[in-house]
């Protein structure tokens, strides 16, 4: 193999390296946000209530 052939072949494993690390952090990040919403919801549902009540008033 000529030094071309090396480095394509190199770029090649380093760009798939590259976005198996970036949809890992994206992923976790998507799930991480997933998490904090479901948790705001769970912690606020009197409040909500409280809200729709006044709007019914």
């Known amino acids: 193999m000529n030094s071309y052939e090396q480095s394509k072949k190199a ?28 948790a705001k919801l769970e912690s606020a549902p009197e409040t909500s209530s409280v809200a729709v009540e006044r709007q019914a008033d």
Not at 11 to 38: P, W
């Open 11 to 38: 770029r090649y494993i380093a760009s798939v390296v590259y976005m198996a690390i970036m949809a890992f952090i994206l992923g976790g990040t998507y799930l991480s946000q997933q998490e904090k919403e479901k």
